[in-house]
Nanobody, 128 residues
Framework: EVQLVESGGGLVQAGGSLRVSCAAS????????IGWFRQAPGKGREGVSC????????YYGDSVKGRFTISSDNAKNTVYLQMNSLKPEDTAVYYC?????????????????????WGQGTQVTVSS
């Protein structure tokens, strides 16, 4: 059974940093792409970043490029999203998602929307 468990969300002031984690189980980690998405109240889901642990390819949405960094620890089957220089508009529920083949769900062109497996989400709130 595929399971994705996010952790690390919380409340931070604007300009601060936060790291969220996604612990994965139930599938071959290196075969899958892991994506981070977020959804703010009243807004649609936004693709934030993704990573292919098999070859290290990463992708970032324009709104977070240069501020967020995605990484993976293959030994722990965990993906991290380091968020720096946070802004109030980064406030959202952050979800990690997984699916294969990794080259489709995370590519140099972006993050596919239709990931099949999702975590429960973790709230990130940035105060001004």
């Amino acid at each position: 059974e595929v399971q994705l468990v996010e952790s690390g969300g919380g409340l931070v002031q604007a300009g601060g940093s936060l790291r969220v984690s996604c612990a994965a189980s139930g599938f071959t980690f290196e075969d899958y792409a892991i994506g981070w998405f977020r959804q703010a109240p009243g807004k649609g889901r936004e693709g934030v970043s993704c990573i292919r642990s098999s070859d290290g390819l990463t992708y970032y949405g324009d709104s977070v490029k240069g501020r967020f960094t995605i990484s993976s620890d293959n030994a722990k089957n965990t993906v991290y999203l380091q968020m720096n220089s946070l802004k109030p508009e980064d406030t959202a529920v952050y979800y990690c998602a997984a699916d294969a083949p990794a080259r489709y769900y995370c590519s140099g062109w972006g993050i596919a929307n239709e990931y099949g497996y999702w975590g429960q989400g973790t709230q990130v709130t940035v105060s001004s």
